[in-house]
C-alpha cells in the first residue's frame, strides 16, 4: 500500500494542513486545507517523495456551495507506481490560487484550461491566457450557471457563438435532480405557442426552473396536507 | 545494377552528443551567435491551421531567424465542442458515443477506457465477465494497430515517403471491415457498454481476426523495408526533435512518445487493467527520444499488439464464436440492460430496462480516477459523481493535449523542415486534444 504510506508520510510533514487520508476505490485522496500553500506541498512530494509526474488537474464548480472551486490534483509516481490525489478549494471571491507550473512545467496549459473553461486564475503562472476558447471569449463555459446551449457572443473578426438549437435534443439532464422526473434526459417542456401545453411537468417548478432560467424558483416549502 | 548503401548507425551515446551539438535552442554554439547578430530580423510564420502536417487544426505560430526556430507557440482548440459540459448533462452509458470522437483514430479504445472508469467508480470493474474482458483487450490491440498505422502512413507521407502510406491503409480498410462485422459501423464505434458491450462477436469474426494478424504482420515488414534503412527517412527523423527522459516525464509525455525517450512506462505492465496481466508482451523503449525512436517504438508496439491479439483469441473464454455459452454482460440487470425477450414479458426486467434507459446505473458518491494505455498514450477519465446517473464532473486527460505541451520546449532551434517530422512523429489527434 505504498500510496497510503506516502499520504502518512506528507501528513507528517504538513500535520494540520492536510485531512486524513480518504480511500475510495483503491485511490488515496488528501485535501489540503489551504490552497496558498499547494505550491509547497507539491514541491515536497516531488523532491522528498519522488512524485516525480503530473497526471492531471481538474477542477469541480461547486454552483451553490461555499467555496465553490475545487482544484483536483493527479500526482504519479513513476518508481513506485503509486497515485495521489491532492485536492484544493478555492473561494469565489478569491478565484485565485498559486501555479504548480514551477513544479511540473505539464502544470502549465492545465492551469491554463482550468482558467479558460471556468475562470480559476492561477498566481504566478507565466502566461495564463485562454486556451480552447479564443483570446477574448467572455463567459467561462464549465461553470454550472452558465447553460448547456451556450450564450450569444460576437468578438467581430474574429468569431462569434450562437446558442446550439436544443430542442428535440436528446441530453438536457439535469445533474443531480432530486428524482427520476428532474433527472430524465428527455424531459423538457415544448416551447411552442401555438399548442397549449399544460402538462404534468410544466407544474413541477424544480424542473421549470432547471429549464427555464427565468421561471420562478422552485418552491422549496412543504405541500401543503 | 541495384547496390545496397550502408547506413552506419551511431551508437546511443554518440547520437545524443550529436543532437545536442544540431540543438541551437538550448547551447551556445556558433548558430546561437549568428543569431544575434541578426536580431531584428524575426519574421513570424503561421503554421496552421489547415496544413497538411498539423494532422487537423493545429495551429503553431512560429518565430523564425531565417530557417531557424526562435520561438514557437501551439494554438489549440479549434475542435474544442465542450465534452466535458455535454457530459455532465447526459447518463453515463449516452455519453459512450462521444467517446468515440475524442481520438478518432481508436475509437475502441476510447470506449473501452471510459467503460473501464465507469466500472471503477462502480465498484464493477473486475466482476467483467472474462470472456467481455478479453474482446475488450482485442478491441484494444486493434484499435492501437489501427492508429499506429495511420499515424506511422502520415508521418511518412510528411516526410516525402509516400508509398508507405498506401501501404498501412490497404490494412485500416481491412480492420475497418473488422471493425463493422463487430460493432455495426466502421469508425463510430460506440461498442462498450457500463457492465459489457454491445454484443458479442459475430459468427466467423474470431478466424477474421486471426487471418489479419497474419497478413498485417507481412505489411509492418514492408513498411519497415521501406522506412528503417531508408537513407532519407533516416536523415530527416534522426537526431531530430530530441526529448530527455527527466524533460518528457516533466511534461507529463505518456505513451510511444514518452517511451521512446526512454522512460519504461505503459499502464498495461504498471497497472493491468482486464486481462493484460495473464498476457505476455513485451514494451519496447527508446534510447535517444528522437523523432527515429519514436518511429521505432510504435513499429514495434504494433507487433506486440498483434502478438497480444493472437493470445487473446487462443484463449478466449467460450470458444471462437462462443460455443460455450460464455456469458458477455455482467448479469446485474441494475447496471446492464436485460435479455429482450424478458424485458417484454417479465416484470423485473421491465423495470430493470426502463430504470437503466431512463435514468441511467445508479453511481454511488464518490470520485476516481482511471488512466488506459491508449494509441497516443494515457487517456484518462476523472470522474467526480454525487450519486445517480449522470457524472457532476467529467474530466477527460487528453494524452495528446499533453504531448503538445511540449512543443514550445522542443521546436526552438531546429529548422522550419524538421517541423513537420516532429510533429509527425508525435502523432497527436486534434479530436482528442481540444475535446
Redesign the interface.
Known sequence: MAALDFANQLKAKFGDLLSEPVE??G?I?LKVSDAERITEVCEFAKKSLGF?????I????NYGEDPRWTI?Y?LYH?EQ?S?L?LKTEVSEEKSESPTITTV???A??HER?IYD?MGVRFRGHPDLR?????DGYPYF??R?D?P?AGKPTDLPEVAFTRPAPLEGG????V???KD?LA????VRIPQTESVATISRLERRDDVRAAHEPDAPQPNTAMPKQ | MATTQEITFRDAPSRIAAADASHVGDTEGQLAEAASEMEGEKMVLNMGPSHPSTHGVLRIVLEMDGEIITKAIPD??YL?R?D???A????YT?FIPYTDRLDYLAPLANNVAYALAVE??M?IDTKLTPRCQYIRVICCELARVSAHLLGLGAYAMDVGALTVFMHTFTEREKLYNLFEALTGARFTTTYTRIGGVSRDTPPGWVAAVRKFCDEVVVNFDESETLLTRNRIFVDRTRDVGVISKEDA????LTGPNLRGCG?D?DVRK??PYLVYKDLEFDVPIGSVGDCYDRYLVRMEEMRQSVRIVRQCLDRIPGGADNEGKEPVNIADGKVTLPPKNKVLTSMEELIHQF?NV??GVNAPV????F?AENPKG?L?F?I?S????????L?I?APS??NL?ILP?VLPGHMMSDVVSILGSFDFVMGEC??
Request: net charge positive; glycine share 12%; charged share 30%.
Open positions: 475510495f476505490r485511490e485522496t516525480n509526474m503530473l497526471l492531471d481538474s477542477s469541480i464548480d483536483v493527479e513513476m507506481k497515485h490525489r511540473w512545467r505539464t502549465d496549459w484550461e473553461m485562454r486556451i480552447l476558447m479564443w463555459p464549465l454550472k452558465f448547456l436528446p441530453f438536457v439532464t445533474p443531480g435532480g427520476a433527472r430524465e434526459p428527455r | 489549440v482548440g474544442h465542450g466535458e459540459k455535454i455532465e448533462n447526459m447518463t449516452q471503477k467508480l465498484g516525464i516533466d511534461y507529463g522512460v512506462y504498471a497497472h430504470i431512463t435514468q464518490g470520485e476516481v480516477y488512466g494515457e484518462g476523472y467526480n454525487r450519486g445517480g446517473g449522470t457524472p457532476y464532473r474530466k486527460r493535449f499533453v505541451s520546449h481540444d475535446r
